[in-house]
Every structure is written in structure tokens, then in C-alpha cells.
């Protein structure tokens, strides 16, 4: 897929996904998909590949929670991977700063490179286990706390609260869509409430996804 195809998938995706980006974020995730291509040859990232499904899959699909993090200072992304959905969301976002975190060094590696690369400010990639302990994991508290792939529901509003800054706020991607009742029920049995909750397809595929946002009672 060269750039222009590129750019053009991606606005359309954006559109049906009702997020806007400026326009320098095509050109960059196409360059970023560049950095995660050449990587994976050589060290197993993702097994997400064919362009198409990078755009949809890792870019479309973190692009679609731009509404939930819009506003927040910082944003850390526990279980990162090869970036994703912190990378995506900083080059849409650039003042916000990006502490993104993984248990895999190779990994790490991959996402302070591709930062380097675009010559993104303001991104912190960081080789740490999140167990809890953020002080003693050296991993810093955030406004926004978000993962995708990472944990399931009751797991990850059990960690994630411990690393939100005060008034913050926990950010969960989901598949298919759960109830207001059970949402609201998970929420409880950590003395956190539901702050919103939405329901979308990916554009191209029609893969359901929720996201639902979390903060402290
Ligand atoms: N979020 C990325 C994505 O959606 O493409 C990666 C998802 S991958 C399924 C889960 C990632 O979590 C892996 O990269 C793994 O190394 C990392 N991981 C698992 N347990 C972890 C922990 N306790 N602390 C930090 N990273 C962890």
C-alpha cells in the first residue's frame, strides 16, 4: 500500500469512526507502520501484518478511543506491546506526554525507537512488570490510565486505579459490548463508577468494540 492509498484509508476510517486527526498523522502512522514492519522481520512484534490490517487493527483501532483520552495532560499504557494504543494517540495528540510500558524488552526497545524516529516528543517507553506497585515498578501515575489487550475487565480495574493520579480517570478497551448493569457492576466491586460507555464497529471489518471509562468514587 503506498502513502496515498494509505492516508486515504485512514481519513475514511476516521471518518466512520467520528475521530478527526491533523493532517500530518497519515504520512506519520504510514511511516510508523514503515518502523513496525522493518522491526518485525527481524524481531517478532505483532503478528498483525498486511497493511490493511495494520491500519484497521493497530492504528484505526486506537485512533477510535481519541474521544475518551481528548483533554488528559498524560496518559501511561500498561502492556503496550509495539506501541499500541499510546503511540497512535500521541502523534494525534501531541502535547500529551506518553509513558508506555511493557514487561518485554525487545518490545521497549521498538517503541523508544520508532519514537526517536519520528522525532515524537514527549513519550517515555519503559521496561517494567505492572504488578501494583508503581513506586517500587518506577512506573509514574497518569490522568489517564488505558491498555488494550491486556488484562480482562475485573483484572484491569483492579490495577489500573493504583496507577491514576488524583481526579484521574481508567480507560477500558473492550470487544463486544457489555451491559450499562454489568459495567456499572464491575465498577462497584472496586469502588470506582462508570463515567461513560460506547459502543462502535471497527470501519472495515465491523469488528464490535466497547470503550468504557472508569474513575474513582
Ligand atoms: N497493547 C498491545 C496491543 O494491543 O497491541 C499489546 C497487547 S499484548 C496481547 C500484551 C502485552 O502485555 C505484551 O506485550 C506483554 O509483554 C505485556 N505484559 C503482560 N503482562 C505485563 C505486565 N504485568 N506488565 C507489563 N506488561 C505486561
Request: with cysteine; charged share 20%; proline share 6%.
Amino acid at each position: 500500500m503506498d502513502n496515498a492509498r494509505f492516508v486515504d484509508q485512514l481519513a475514511t476510517g476516521c471518518r466512520a469512526l467520528g475521530v478527526s486527526v491533523a493532517e500530518d498523522v497519515g504520512p506519520r502512522l504510514y511511516r510508523l507502520m514503515g518502523e513496525l514492519l522493518k522491526w518485525n522481520a527481524k524481531v517478532n512484534l505483532t503478528a498483525i501484518t498486511a497493511p490493511e490490517e495494520v491500519l484497521e487493527k493497530h492504528f484505526l483501532d486506537s485512533l477510535a478511543v481519541l474521544p475518551e483520552v481528548t483533554g488528559a495532560a498524560t496518559l501511561l499504557d500498561l502492556g503496550a506491546g509495539a506501541g499500541f494504543p499510546g503511540l497512535p494517540l500521541k502523534l494525534a495528540l501531541p502535547s500529551l506526554g506518553v509513558t508506555l510500558v511493557d514487561a518485554v524488552g525487545k518490545k521497549v526497545a521498538f517503541i523508544k525507537a520508532a519514537a526517536a524516529s519520528l522525532g515524537m516528543q514527549g513519550v517515555r517507553g519503559l521496561h517494567a512488570r505492572a504488578e501494583g506497585k508503581p513506586e517500587a515498578e518506577g512506573i509514574p501515575l497518569a490522568e489517564v490510565l488505558i491498555a488494550r489487550a491486556f488484562m480482562d475487565l475485573p483484572d484491569w480495574l483492579a490495577l489500573a486505579p493504583g496507577y491514576v493520579a488524583p481526579g484521574g480517570r481508567v480507560v477500558a478497551m473492550l470487544g463486544k459490548a457489555q451491559s450499562d448493569a454489568e459495567l456499572t457492576a464491575r465498577a462497584a466491586e472496586r469502588q470506582l463508577r462508570v463515567v461513560s460507555a460506547r459502543a462502535y464497529r471497527l470501519p472495515f471489518s465491523g469488528a464490535e468494540r466497547q470503550v468504557a471509562v472508569f474513575a474513582k468514587e
